[in-house]
T-cell receptor, first 114, second 114 residues
Framework: ETGVTQTPRHLVMGMTNKKSLKCEQHLGHNAMYWYKQSAKKPLELMFVYNFKEQTENNSVPSRFSPECPNSSHLFLHLHTLQPEDSALYLC?????????????FGPGTRLLVL | AQSVTQLGSHVSVSEGALVLLRCNYSSSVPPYLFWYVQYPNQGLQLLLKYTSAATLVKGINGFEAEFKKSETSFHLTKPSAHMSDAAEYFCAVSVSTGGFKTIFGAGTRLFVKA
């Protein structure tokens, strides 16, 4: 039990669909992260939120839209995705993004874009 | 800019044999270094981290890593492999850039043969 949950665990969507990924952390942390994990590629940081404020956008295409309504919840809204966006999307949390705190990861959402 | 290189995308060892997973980093400032493990269908879990204290770092599950500045390396070792060690292992480097930004390596998949 990592304390970070993600739903759904698997998602198949067409290129014209709109869907959202949800992440929830039960650890009392103030920082949350979205990562993209593609086969045979390093883990890519997408977004960072610290105390509900976005502090990092790693040149992510606008078809990915994050939302952090509070420190416990993080969403990734998806629209008009491309097949190359198929990947495992990992959420993580830590106590504070400005400190060297351990990041705790959720199990991920495996996304397939057809 | 910092970077991480993991030598070998796949490593295979026999049960009871030494595990050695290689990681070299590049950083213009003193780095913090991490090893994470990812079991199938799970998120990443922290194994150990180096934060400029002792150069030999002990982690969970019998793993340890040694920071060698002269070689810019942070190799992960375990004296005796167990079947349950089969997983993917990620080396990561983090430096202070206002906040802390963590860069992950491409990962090394460890196979353990009976």
């Amino acid at each position: 039990e990592t304390g970070v949950t993600q739903t759904p665990r698997h998602l198949v969507m067409g290129m014209t669909n709109k869907k959202s990924l949800k992440c929830e952390q039960h650890l009392g942390h103030n920082a949350m992260y979205w990562y993209k994990q593609s086969a045979k590629k390093p883990l890519e940081l997408m977004f960072v939120y610290n105390f509900k404020e976005q502090t990092e956008n790693n040149s992510v295409p606008s078809r990915f839209s994050p939302e952090c309504p509070n420190s416990s919840h993080l969403f990734l809204h998806l629209h008009t995705l491309q097949p190359e966006d198929s990947a495992l999307y990992l959420c993580a949390s830590s106590q504070d993004a400005t400190n060297l705190d351990t990041q705790y990861f959720g199990p991920g959402t495996r996304l397939l874009v057809l | 800019a910092q970077s991480v290189t993991q030598l070998g995308s796949h490593v295979s060892v026999s049960e009871g044999a030494l595990v050695l997973l290689r990681c070299n980093y590049s950083s213009s400032v003193p780095p913090y270094l991490f090893w994470y493990v990812q079991y199938p269908n799970q998120g990443l879990q922290l194994l150990l981290k180096y934060t400029s204290a002792a150069t030999l770092v002990k982690g969970i599950n019998g793993f340890e890593a040694e920071f060698k500045k002269s070689e810019t390396s942070f190799h992960l070792t375990k004296p005796s492999a167990h079947m349950s060690d089969a997983a993917e292992y990620f080396c990561a480097v983090s430096v202070s850039t206002g906040g802390f930004k963590t860069i992950f390596g491409a990962g090394t998949r460890l196979f353990v043969k009976a």
